[in-house]
C-alpha cells in the first residue's frame, strides 16, 4: 500500500537559475546541490531538481500541475514575492481559498494555496459539482 509520496522530480534546462528560484522566490530549504542537479526540501516534502536536455520547449496545456499550501496570512506576500519575482501566471484562481497558479523558469505549472482540504469539501458539499460523489474520510 502507498503511503504518501517519497519525492517530486522536476526537469531543470539549468540548475542554478531553477535552484535560484526554489530557494530565494519559494523558500524552498536547499539540502545539495551539484551540477546536474539539487535537493531541497518544501516542508517534509523532498523535491529533484535534475538536468534534462529534454525540457518542454513551452508550456504544456493540461490542468496537471503542483499545489504547495501557504498560511492564510503568508498568502499575499508570498503571492506578491512570486509575482515581483517576474513568475508568469497560468491562470487566474476560480476555486474556494486563495490560490496563486504561476510558473517555474521551466514552465512547470505550480500553484500556492492557503486552504485545505476539509475546506474544499465543506465548499463542494455546500455547492456540489456535477455527478459529485464524496465518501467518508479516512480516519486519521
Known amino acids: 500500500m502507498i503511503t504518501g509520496i517519497n519525492h517530486i522530480t522536476l526537469s531543470v534546462r539549468e540548475v542554478s537559475e531553477s535552484f535560484d528560484f526554489y530557494t530565494e522566490v ?40 503542483l499545489a504547495f499550501t501557504v498560511a492564510p ?19 487566474e484562481n476560480w476555486t474556494e481559498g486563495d490560490s496563486l497558479y504561476f510558473l517555474d523558469p521551466n514552465g512547470h505549472k505550480l500553484e500556492i494555496h492557503s486552504s485545505d482540504r476539509a475546506a474544499r469539501l465543506k465548499s463542494a458539499r455546500e455547492n456540489p459539482w456535477e455527478g ?9
Open 26 to 65: 519559494l523558500g524552498f530549504q536547499p539540502v545539495t546541490c551539484w551540477p546536474k542537479g539539487a535537493y531541497l526540501l518544501a516542508g517534509e516534502l523532498w523535491v529533484a531538481l535534475l538536468i534534462d536536455e529534454q525540457v518542454r520547449p513551452g508550456l504544456l496545456p493540461e490542468f496537471t500541475h
Open 73 to 91: 496570512d503568508a498568502f499575499t506576500a508570498m503571492s506578491e514575492h512570486i509575482r515581483q519575482a517576474g513568475a508568469g501566471i497560468w491562470q
Open 132 to 140: 459529485l460523489v464524496i465518501y467518508d474520510e479516512p480516519e486519521r
